[in-house]
């Protein structure tokens, strides 16, 4: 196929065997177009990697469209901070295309917090949204309004597949235990007790952490021909048993090492290691955020695995606005790596700029 170098509408025409008008009404969807004929446009589109103007198409329409981001609030929690400044730095970048972002933060802690925040998204009629479904059941019920009233979303961080979203953003979770599962097991020449830590989390309700927690699960049961007996601890700082309970546990001979589902919770887990003086428990957490970069350096933590917040956001609104202005679908689901990182690395991948 002969592929011009400034590709044009009749171009694609051409190539599709079809009619400007058709390739026209295809990429402004407006007006009838066949099943074939589409399947023909999409098709060399596609092939061409064809991008129309984008200036030209927004600002000569002059229409613009209102993304509503829901998200936990950024000023209790470091990682959510991190998506905060996505969402910032997607606001500059989409304005002057015509898309304007509303902020909607919750109570991470609050359920009640989630839907409140959610029907004042439902009532001010986006075109789109953009949204971390941390609380599973609050979120099915939330999604179905949404579906209703026919407003695309794309989900972040936490997959509810149930709810059909137009497109996933974040890890495959399940592989992320087994990650951190493997990154445990290697070297350990003994079995003994792994703590699952969940901190300050409703875990019942926190489908993200389940499946970390049974991914971390499986790898064991699978791979390791050691006696390991994995227990699992729900926690929160603000329990007046917190301290004594968390004492227990590293008071255990048989203790040897903790895998952490949340990030801030990874920095939590730290510094009860680190006033213990116990560096030879093996500690797995979450994301770069500067209190774990600081254990990592010190070495109370030995793997932190990344999952890249910040562009997690950016990946969501760059999807959502494509659809909006160029009826361009996503796909349904952009699965981010399970980027481990150590001391070894650290340094070159601050360096690199890509987190």
Known sequence: MSIPKNVRIKDIARLAGVSVGTVDRVLHNRGRVSEDALQKVTAVMEQIDYRPNLIARTLGSNKSYRIAALIPDPTVDPYWAQSNQGLIQATAEWAQYGIDINLYFFDLFDKESFTKKGQEVF???????????????EALLLFKLFKKQGIPYVLFNTNIPEVNPLSFIGQNLFQSGRVGAELMHFGLHQGGLLAVLHIDEDIHNSVHLLEKEKGFREYFKEKSKLAFTIQDFNLSPNDTSFKKNFNLLLDDTQLKGIFVSTSNGTSVAASYLENHGKKNIRLIGYDMLNENLNYLKSGVIDFLINQNPKRQVSVG???????????KRPPETELFPLEIITQQNLDSYLGSGIH
């Open 123 to 137: 009532e001010a009629k986006p075109d789109g949204i953009l949204a971390a479904p941390i609380f599973f059941d």
């Open 317 to 327: 609104i760059s999807h959502l606005a494509n659809y909006l202005i160029f009826k």
